[in-house]
C-alpha cells in the first residue's frame, strides 16, 4: 500500500517577513497623481506661488525697470550674477515660477473634476431615512399627540418654509439643505482656474513696453521705438500690435511747498494727442495717474516725469555737433538727475559729457545740490570728454551712460575741468576743443504700453473665488426627520436634526420645529 501523508501547505499570503510587492509604473504613476491632485499638494503649490510672487516685488523686474536692474547688477557684483541665474531679475518667466504655476493647475483641475461628479450624484439623490435611534443625533425632541392626523404635512410644508428638500417615507419624513455649501467650495476652485487661465492668456498673447517721450515729441507703436519691450510667448511683432500714435503736447506738475511733505508730488498730468490709426482722425486726452489712455485694446499709463536739458555742443571747428534735448534720470526725491551728452560727430576731436541737472541748485558743503524737485533755479553741473573719432560699429549704446573707455577728461591747471551753467550761459571747452550751451530744460514723461487680454478673465476668477468662499463659509449643511409612530397605544412624534460639519444653532431650529408641530396642550415629554 502507498502510504498518504498530511501535509500542511502554508498560506499564499504575505507572512510578516516578505517585503510588499512592488508598485510598478502604473502603481507609481497612480500614486504620484493621486498625491498631486490632494487638496494638501494644491494648498502648498498656492503657497509656494504667493511665496514665488515675493522677489518680484522687492527685486527690480527687467520687463519693468531695466535702468534698475543694471544698477543692482553694478552695485552687487557676486549677488546680481546670482541672482540672474536664479531669474529673479524676471520671475513671473522664470522657469521655477513657471513650473509651480503649472503644477498648481493641473492640481486644480485633478481636484476639482472628480468632486463635481460627486457633487452632482448627491445633488440628484434623495435625502436619507431616518436612522432608527433618533435619540442618538445631537438634535432631539420628542412629544405625544392624540392623533397622528396632519402632522407630517405640517413637519414638511414647514421644512419647507426652511428651504430645505423634502422626501417622504412611511411614517417619516426626511429633510435635507446646504447643498451650496459644496457648489461654494467647487465655485472657488473652478475661479482659481479660471485666474490662472486669465493670466496665463495675458502672458501669452500680451505685451508690455515703456518708453520715454520729450514734451513735444511723438511715439509710434512699434517695437523699434520702445525703450524696453516685453513681448508674450505667443506675440509675434509688429504685426501683433495696434497702429496707433502719441504726442506729448505739454505736462503740468505740482510739489507740496511746504510743511513735513515738502517736494511730494501731489499731481502730475499730460495732455496728450494721439492718433488710433494712421488714417483717423485726432483726439486729445489728459493723462494723469490711475486714468490711463485706451486705445485698441492697450493701456497707455503715466508712471514718471523728470527734466532734460536743452544742450547745443559745437566743435574744435565752431560746427554745431549736438543740438537737442538730453533726457537726464532723477536719482534723488529732490530730481537731481544724472545723464550724459553725446557728441560723436564733433571733428577733430569727438565730445562727450556727463553730470548733474539740478531743478532748485544750491552751493552745499560738498558742492552744488538740488533742495526742491520743481525748477525755481536750475542749473548745469557737468564734467567733459574728449577723443579720437571711432568708427561705426552698429552695436546699440544706452543713451544714459557714456562710455569713457576711449574718452580722455578735460582738465584745466592741472585739475579735472568741471564747469556750472545757468539757462542761457554757454562755457568755452579747454584746448579750443569747441563750447557747450545750456539753452534750457524741457520735461520729459514715461509712459508704460500694455495690452493683457486676459484681465477680464482673471477679474472674473476673483470675483466668483470671493463668491465661492461666501458659500462654503456661510452655508450650512443640516439634515432633519420627523418621524410618527405608535408606543403603548399613544402616537409618538420624534423630531431630529444633524448638522455635516460645526454645529451652528441646530437646537434652536429643532426646539422651533417642534414647537411648530406640537399642539399647544401638550407638554413635551423627556
Not at 137 to 162: H, M, S, T, W
Not at 243 to 272: C, N, Y
Not at 424 to 437: H, M
Request: aromatic share 10%; charged share 20%; net charge positive.
Amino acid at each position: 500500500m502507498t502510504e498518504v501523508k498530511d501535509s500542511i501547505t502554508a498560506p499564499t499570503g504575505n507572512s510578516g517577513n516578505e517585503p510588499p510587492p512592488a508598485l510598478g509604473l502604473v502603481g507609481w504613476l497612480r500614486w504620484t497623481w493621486r498625491q498631486l491632485t490632494s487638496m494638501k499638494t494644491a494648498l502648498v503649490l498656492l503657497f509656494l506661488l504667493a511665496l514665488g510672487a515675493v522677489p518680484g516685488s522687492l527685486i527690480p523686474q527687467t520687463p519693468i525697470d531695466p535702468i534698475k536692474v543694471s544698477d543692482f547688477l553694478t552695485a552687487h557684483p557676486k549677488l546680481g550674477p546670482l541672482y540672474d541665474k536664479l531669474g529673479l531679475f524676471d520671475v513671473y518667466k522664470s522657469a521655477w515660477f513657471s513650473a509651480i504655476y503649472l503644477l498648481l493647475f493641473i492640481s486644480l483641475i485633478g481636484c476639482v473634476v472628480p468632486r463635481l461628479s460627486v457633487y452632482f450624484k448627491a445633488l440628484r439623490s434623495r435625502p436619507p431615512k431616518p436612522p432608527r435611534n433618533l435619540n442618538r443625533l445631537p438634535g432631539y425632541q420628542r412629544f405625544e399627540v392624540d392623533a397622528a392626523g396632519d402632522v407630517l404635512e405640517q413637519a414638511a410644508r414647514e421644512l419647507k418654509r426652511r428651504r430645505f428638500r423634502i422626501q417622504s417615507y412611511d411614517g417619516a419624513v426626511a429633510a435635507e439643505r446646504g447643498y451650496l455649501r459644496e457648489a461654494g467650495n467647487l465655485l472657488f476652485h473652478f475661479s482659481l482656474i479660471l485666474a490662472l487661465i486669465g493670466v496665463a492668456w495675458g502672458s501669452l498673447f500680451g505685451y508690455r513696453g515703456s518708453v520715454l517721450v520729450v514734451v513735444g515729441n511723438g511715439f509710434s507703436n512699434s517695437v523699434a521705438q520702445y525703450d524696453d519691450f516685453t513681448p508674450g510667448r505667443a506675440f509675434s511683432g509688429d504685426n501683433d500690435l495696434p497702429p496707433f500714435s502719441l504726442t506729448v503736447k505739454d505736462f503740468q506738475v505740482k510739489f507740496q511747498q511746504d510743511g513735513p511733505q515738502k517736494g511730494a508730488a501731489r499731481e502730475f498730468k499730460a495732455q496728450l494727442s494721439y492718433q488710433e490709426s494712421p488714417d483717423a482722425a485726432e483726439k486729445s486726452y489728459l493723462l494723469e495717474v490711475n486714468h490711463p489712455l485706451q486705445v485698441d485694446g492697450s493701456s497707455v499709463y503715466l508712471i514718471g516725469h523728470g527734466y532734460a536739458p536743452r544742450v547745443t555742443v559745437r566743435d574744435g571747428q565752431g560746427n554745431v555737433a549736438f543740438s537737442g534735448p538730453a533726457p537726464f534720470l532723477p536719482q534723488d526725491g529732490n530730481f537731481s538727475s544724472f545723464g550724459v551728452v553725446k557728441a560723436p560727430d564733433a571733428r577733430p576731436l569727438t565730445l562727450g559729457f556727463e553730470g548733474f541737472f539740478l531743478p532748485t541748485a544750491v552751493i552745499g558743503p560738498s558742492g552744488p545740490v538740488s533742495v526742491f524737485p520743481d525748477s525755481l533755479n536750475p542749473a548745469l553741473v557737468m564734467t567733459g570728454y574728449y577723443g579720437r573719432p571711432q568708427p561705426e560699429t552698429g552695436k546699440p549704446e544706452s543713451v544714459y551712460q557714456l562710455d569713457k573707455s576711449k574718452l580722455t577728461q578735460f582738465t584745466k591747471d592741472g585739475d579735472k575741468w568741471r564747469f556750472q551753467l545757468a539757462p542761457g550761459q554757454s562755457v568755452a571747452l579747454p584746448d579750443k576743443a569747441g563750447s557747450i550751451t545750456f539753452d534750457g530744460y524741457s520735461r520729459w514723461v514715461k509712459l508704460q504700453v500694455s495690452h493683457t487680454p486676459g484681465t477680464g478673465l482673471a477679474l472674473a476668477g476673483i470675483l466668483l473665488a470671493i463668491l465661492g468662499l461666501m458659500g462654503s463659509l456661510f452655508v450650512h449643511p443640516r439634515r432633519t426627520w420627523v418621524r410618527v409612530r405608535e408606543q403603548d397605544g399613544r402616537t409618538v412624534v420624534e423630531v431630529a436634526g444633524l448638522d455635516r460639519g460645526p454645529e451652528r444653532g441646530l437646537g434652536e431650529e429643532i426646539q422651533a420645529v417642534t414647537d411648530r408641530l406640537k399642539p399647544s396642550s401638550n407638554q413635551e415629554q423627556p
